[in-house]
């Protein structure tokens, strides 16, 4: 057994009430990597122009804030659309388009935001409360959204005047201020919305330093300077693209020759190397993120259609479900998969948070012997065959081959499936799987990290999972303000999970992104977004 790798950071999460925020702690800790989240343009001397070329190791899914479940559409649209708030490098909470935190009535059940005026979207259509009004009903009440169960029980969202929205609720929801820091606070053009409807994202229009150019399938996405933003004077470059580049050692040979000035999800196989090239800048930062199996336990219509039940062991016994998790020896995979970079994952509650307790980032033993017992309890033979598909990238690929060989101990039989990421996206959408490889980015309120995923009906529990015990948990604690119970909840909400096992966590990443020293204002935070929005070229020192 290999050591262990050490904790990376010591994280305290935002406490996310609907009023307030506070930053995410860091205490005191011995970290294996420094973190390094990149530097703001600032007063550094740049030159105006120029194509930033990122390397993008996956192609994105469609460019629409409500439908889009792609970590990679986040990056493209931090660069044309705006959100209502934003996340900064220490977890704070911050105005975008609003113009200050929401205020919240003493029931908890209306929520007031007041937005910007006098800016306009990049078709220059005029920003005001009833477009922010429009996107949010779009986002909550679109049949395709992916928004719906991040947004809490609304009962209506209405314009007061040109400068406030006001969302009203069935039930407080504690996470919206978090959940509009995302994609379901991007807003976009209401006369886009009306020309192109659900092939809105084929041109998607809203308001952000860049502007959507053009878009070719599996190679590239090009935005441009959009004058009409109100901060335009901080936008330094005349285009970003956006060029897919599925290999890690393809982005890391394009950075190193320049074609490319960023590229985003570094391979820790590449990382070392990397970091020592004075022409180029390793940035790091600690992730919100996990990685890990969806099982397919009755999502056979779609997601969020009524779960069926599925005529497999494994779909049908949790004791199987259970075996698999206790065949994998997270620790040992993650050391030598990726070179002491990444940490084993338990759960959704990132440790050492505000919101970790003994509960919630308990781990399963590696125990195949017992894994071996449930097997045998759930009259299953062994061995016991698993189709996983998995995005057909290196790293994901070494270690579902790593996965493979370890489990075979418990009484496993893996099936391995390449798979393109973005047909990923979508057989985990239709149901038509039986395991794959998925994560998630991760998000700043543990309800963005959990409730999406495992609320029964959610549009995103892809799994087909149904427990009126979590789904109480969760309300209770998306109800609440008060940290202490929130975490308390959480913890309870994992023991659940973990003995149901729709979903087996397996790892976290660190974020690595690497860019040339010749550009600057490259930025990435936590929340696992590369921001280029204000990015440039340095001045020539000669």
Same mark, same amino acid.
């Given at each position: ?7 990376? $950071? ?26 390094? $989240?990149?530097?703001?343009?600032? %007063? ?20 629409? !804030? ?5 970590? @990679? ?11 209502? =708030?934003?996340?900064?490098? %220490?977890?704070?909470?911050? !105005? ?30 005029? $920003? ?60 976009? %053009? ?6 192109? #409807? ?10 952000? !330093?860049?502007? $959507? ?5 599996? *190679? ?20 970003? *693209? ?6 890690? /050692? ?46 397919? +336990?009755? /999502? ?59 509960? &919630? ?22 061995? =016991? ?13 070494? =270690? ?15 099936? +391995?499936?390449?798979?393109? @990421? ?10 038509? =799987? ?7 980015? &991760? ?46 909840? @959480?913890?309870?909400?994992?023991? +659940? ?22 550009? *600057? ?11 280029? #929005? ?7 020192? #000669?």
């Amino acid at each position: 057994m290999l050591v262990r790798l050490a904790r990376l $950071f010591g994280l305290g999460m935002v406490a996310v009430t609907l009023a307030s925020c506070a930053a995410l702690q860091y205490p005191d800790h011995t970290a294996t990597h420094a973190d390094d $989240f990149g530097t703001p343009v600032g %007063s550094q001397s740049v030159r105006t122009g120029g194509d930033l070329v990122m390397g993008l190791s996956a192609e994105p899914d469609r460019l629409d !804030p409500t439908t889009s479940s792609s970590l @990679y559409t986040r990056y493209v649209m931090s660069s044309i659309c705006e959100k209502l =708030y934003d996340n900064d490098a %220490s977890g704070n909470l911050v !105005p975008q388009l609003a113009t200050a935190l929401p205020a919240v009535s003493p029931d908890g059940l209306t929520v007031t935001i007041p937005v910007r005026t006098g800016i306009k979207f990049a078709d220059g259509t005029p $920003f005001d409360a009833v477009a922010v009004q429009t996107s949010l009903q779009r986002h909550f009440s679109l049949k395709t959204s992916q928004r719906t169960s991040e947004m809490g029980p609304i009962a209506g969202i209405e314009a007061n005047g040109a400068a406030e929205v006001v969302i009203h609720y069935k039930k407080p929801f504690a996470p919206i201020t978090a959940a509009l820091a995302d994609r379901a606070g991007m807003i976009m %053009s209401p006369a886009e919305l009306t020309k192109a #409807g659900d092939n809105f994202g084929d041109h998607p229009v809203c308001v952000g !330093p860049f502007k $959507f150019v053009a878009r070719v399938p599996q *190679t590239s996405i090009v935005v441009e300077r959009d004058p009409l933003y109100y901060d335009a004077a901080q936008v330094h470059l005349d285009t970003v *693209t956006y060029r897919i580049m599925t290999e890690a /050692n393809i982005r890391a040979a394009n950075l190193r020759s320049g074609d490319i000035q960023v590229a985003d999800t570094i391979s820790p196989q590449d990382a070392d190397a990397l970091e020592k090239d004075s022409s180029l800048r390793l940035l790091q930062s600690r992730g919100l993120n996990f990685r890990g199996l969806y099982l397919n +336990i009755g /999502n056979v219509d779609g997601v969020g259609k009524p779960a069926k039940p599925i005529d497999t062991p494994l779909a049908k016994d949790a004791r199987v479900r259970e075996a698999l998790s206790l065949s994998i020896d997270r620790n040992t995979l993650v050391d030598t998969v990726f070179n002491n970079w990444f940490e084993a994952a338990c759960s959704p509650i990132v440790p050492r948070s505000t919101y970790a307790t003994p509960a &919630g980032i308990a781990c399963p033993a590696y125990d195949p012997q017992r894994a071996r017992q449930l097997l045998a309890e759930a009259g299953v033979k062994t061995p =016991y065959r698993v189709r996983l598909q998995v995005q057909n990238t290196q790293d994901q690929l070494r =270690y579902a081959q790593a996965l493979q060989a370890d489990i075979a101990a418990g009484g496993f039989e893996l099936d +391995i499936v390449p798979t393109e @990421y973005s047909t990923l996206l979508d057989v985990q959408k239709r149901g038509t =799987y039986e395991a794959l490889m998925l994560g998630w980015s &991760g998000r700043i309120d543990p309800d963005g990290n959990i409730s999406r995923f495992m609320t029964t009906g959610s549009g995103g529990n892809y799994s087909g999972y149904s427990s009126p015990a979590l789904d109480d948990l969760l309300g209770q604690a998306a109800r609440t303000t008060d940290t202490a119970r929130r975490a308390d909840l @959480y913890g309870r909400a994992v023991q +659940i999970i973990q003995k149901d096992n729709p979903y087996i966590y397996t790892y976290r990443e660190r974020l690595l992104t690497v860019h040339s020293t010749k550009v *600057t204002g490259i930025e990435t935070y936590p929340d696992g977004v590369v921001r280029v #929005g204000k990015a440039a070229f340095l001045m020539d020192k #000669g």
